[in-house]
């Protein structure tokens, strides 16, 4: 399973755009980039995935490099209720033999939204 | 309202003394998971189940038994706790091909 690296942690102010990098370069081409985000202790909370080509929702956008090998979660206007925990997680398109996968959760990225 | 519960939120027991976190999902959710989360060490997956009688390992299962005989619910089996099971304990569900797992709320769980 392709591991991720994202920074320990960032600040952000309130109203700009929040820009979470991830680096995923072993991933292989039947992976999926996950994101979620966890506030305070609370079960982390999903929040987009993407094969290729860049992904929006209403909350975030994703971009994923052409390569493949890195990925940026933007929040276009961060608030306060922003600041969490967010997590990079890459996952097969397949099922393993078992009829399911595993999701690999690394130690995230702490956000702080700054008032 | 769809969601994931667990029971009990807070647990403070001791070594040796048996103990079943319970999970239960209204969305008749085929897959179910238990994970784990300590400090510096992010999330990490003890066991999954893709649906009734049929469960497989995480990363860290030693320890902990899962059972799946219905489908909405999944508890988690300490047969012996140990201080090092002491951590905050997830359960999540999806469907068979949905891509967003909703987790529960958490269990803090004390080991002494």
């Known amino acids: 399973d392709a591991k991720t690296t994202q920074p320990p942690s960032m600040d952000c102010a309130e109203g700009r755009a929040a820009n979470l990098p991830c680096n995923h370069s072993?991933?292989?081409?039947?992976?999926?980039v996950y994101w979620y985000r966890q506030i305070h202790s609370q079960g982390p909370q999903y929040i987009i995935h993407?094969?290729?080509n860049n992904e929006t929702n209403e909350m975030a956008s994703l971009i994923i490099t052409e390569d493949r090998k890195s990925s940026t979660l933007i929040l276009p206007h961060a608030t306060l209720r922003d600041t969490a925990v967010y997590y990079c997680?890459?996952?097969?398109?397949?099922?393993?033999?078992?009829?399911?996968?595993?999701?690999?959760f690394g130690t995230g990225t702490r956000l702080k939204v700054l008032a | 309202e769809a969601q994931v519960t667990q029971n009990p939120r807070y647990l403070i027991t001791v070594t040796g003394k048996k103990l079943t976190v319970t999970c239960s999902q209204n969305?008749?959710?085929?897959?179910m998971s238990w994970y784990r989360q300590d400090p510096g060490l992010g999330l990490r997956q003890i066991y999954y189940?893709?649906?009734?009688?049929?469960?497989d390992k995480g990363d860290v299962p030693e320890g902990y038994k899962v059972s799946r005989k219905e489908k909405r619910n999944f508890p988690l089996i300490l047969e012996s706790p140990s201080p090092n099971q002491t951590s905050l304990y997830f359960c999540?569900?999806?469907?068979?091909?949905?891509?967003?797992?909703?987790f529960g709320p958490g269990t803090r769980l004390t080991v002494l």
């Open positions: 993407g094969l290729k």
């Open positions: 072993t991933i292989s081409g039947n992976e999926y």
């Open positions: 969305m008749n959710h085929e897959y």
């Open positions: 999540a569900s999806r469907s068979q091909q949905g891509n967003e797992q909703f």
């Open positions: 189940s893709m649906n009734v009688e049929v469960t």
């Open positions: 997680i890459v996952r097969p398109l397949q099922y393993t033999t078992s009829g399911t996968y595993k999701y690999i």
